[in-house]
């Protein structure tokens, strides 16, 4: 059963520290992203890459960065936690075929509190 | 910026009811997915449709693409307990973008025993 696995499904961490989200794929897929989820807001993607050592940007990088150094792991940091950062944190890998996205295959979620 | 909108937001019916939810955009997509997520999981895809007017089943799940592959529909005829949680629509390839993909809000569904 193919999967995507996030290192933690519940995280409190406090102000300030540096926290590290990891997640793994055992698809071989190319293609990796990182959302989160609030209510009313729906996802929103923070970083994707789509290839080792490759990053880009999404709709709210800010507070955030991202590191694969392998293809089957991409890490979300939170450089200095804040509380506006509480969330449930969603990663997904996908494989596009002839320029097709047929869908992502998404992890179980890491709620993170900051306190 | 592509927009998905989903309607309704919230949806509450009887077991045995038949509903339909829209996703609807100004944007073509070369993909159109389906999620359904449940409480403090992740979203699981439930089907992909990619051509213009391309109808799929699934079980008593109904999924259509329009012929303009802008908007879509999901359609559960005899819901269930089991069919409660939140259904995302999204679309891939708008924006020259392959894989990334656009995201609605997403329709909560309750189906009440």
């Known amino acids: 059963d193919v999967k995507v696995t996030q290192s933690s499904r519940y995280l409190v961490k406090r102000t300030g520290e540096k926290v590290f989200l990891e997640c793994v794929q055992d698809?071989?897929?190319?293609?990796m992203f990182w959302y989160r989820q609030d209510p009313g807001l729906g996802l929103r993607l923070i970083y994707f890459?789509?290839?080792?050592?490759?990053?880009e940007k999404g709709d709210i990088p800010e507070g955030y960065s991202v590191s694969r150094e392998k293809k089957e792991r991409f890490s979300l940091i939170l450089e200095s936690a804040s509380t506006n950062q509480t969330s449930m944190y969603l990663c997904?890998?996908?494989?596009?075929?002839?320029?097709?996205?047929?869908?992502?295959?998404f992890g179980s979620g890491t709620r993170l509190t900051v306190v | 910026t592509q927009l998905l909108e989903q309607s309704p937001q919230f949806l509450s019916i009887q077991e045995g009811e038949n509903l339909t939810v829209y996703c609807n955009s100004s944007?073509?997509?070369?993909?159109l997915q389906w999620y359904r997520q449940e409480p403090g999981e992740g979203p699981v895809l439930l089907v992909t449709?990619?051509?213009?007017?391309e109808v799929k089943k699934l079980k008593r799940l109904t999924f259509q693409f329009g012929d303009a592959r802008k908007d879509s529909s999901l359609h559960i005829t005899a819901a269930q307990p089991g069919d409660t949680g939140l259904y995302l629509c999204?679309?891939?390839?708008?924006?020259?973008?392959?894989?990334?993909?656009?995201f609605g809000k997403g329709t909560l569904l309750t189906v009440n025993p």
């Open positions: 997904a890998s996908s494989q596009s075929t002839g320029g097709v996205e047929y869908g992502y295959t």
């Open positions: 698809m071989d897929h190319e293609n």
């Open positions: 890459s789509y290839d080792v050592k490759m990053k």
């Open positions: 944007s073509v997509f070369s993909s």
């Open positions: 449709v990619v051509t213009g007017g």
């Open positions: 999204a679309g891939g390839g708008g924006g020259g973008s392959n894989y990334k993909l656009t």
